[in-house]
C-alpha cells in the first residue's frame, strides 16, 4: 500500500511561515492530481490545495493568497509554502492523491500527517 511521507511542521508564531514537504513512499499513477488537507480537531478534513501535472492549482478560499503548492514531478514531491500563518491554520497536515482534485479525498494513499501549531 502506497503512502505519502509528510514533514516540515512545527510550532510557529502567528504570521510567521513554514515550508510542508511529501513524497510518496512508492510509485503512483503518474497523471494522478496531488493535494494538501488539514484536520483540525473537531473537524473535518478539508482540501487546502490541489495541484494537476500541468501545473493548475486549486486553493481553499481560507488560504488564497497566503499558501502556495508546488510539485516537483521529476523529483516526485510536493511542497506547501505556508507564509502568514494564523492561529486557524492550526491543524494536522495531510498529502494525498487521486484522479481529480475534487475526488483525490476518494482515495487512501494518506500518510501520518504532520502537525502545525500557529501560537504565541
Known amino acids: 500500500q502506497v503512502t505519502f511521507v509528510e514533514s516540515g511542521g512545527g510550532l510557529v508564531q502567528p504570521g510567521g511561515s513554514l515550508r510542508l514537504s511529501c513524497a510518496p513512499n512508492?510509485?503512483?499513477?503518474?497523471?494522478?492530481?496531488w493535494g494538501w488537507y488539514r484536520q483540525a480537531p473537531g473537524n473535518q478534513r478539508e482540501l487546502v490545495a490541489g495541484?494537476?501535472?500541468?501545473?493548475?492549482?486549486k486553493y481553499a478560499d481560507s488560504v488564497k493568497g497566503r499558501f502556495i503548492i508546488s510539485r516537483d514531478n521529476a523529483q516526485n514531491t510536493m511542497s506547501l509554502q505556508m507564509n502568514s500563518l494564523k492561529p486557524e491554520d492550526t491543524a494536522v497536515y495531510y498529502c494525498?492523491?487521486?484522479?481529480?482534485?475534487?475526488?483525490?479525498?476518494?482515495?487512501?494513499?494518506w500518510g501520518q500527517g504532520t502537525q502545525v501549531t500557529v501560537s504565541s
Open positions: 495541484i494537476v501535472t500541468s501545473g493548475r492549482t
Open positions: 494525498n492523491a487521486g484522479l481529480t482534485i475534487p475526488t483525490m479525498d476518494r482515495y487512501d494513499y
Open positions: 512508492g510509485t503512483l499513477f503518474s497523471r494522478y492530481a
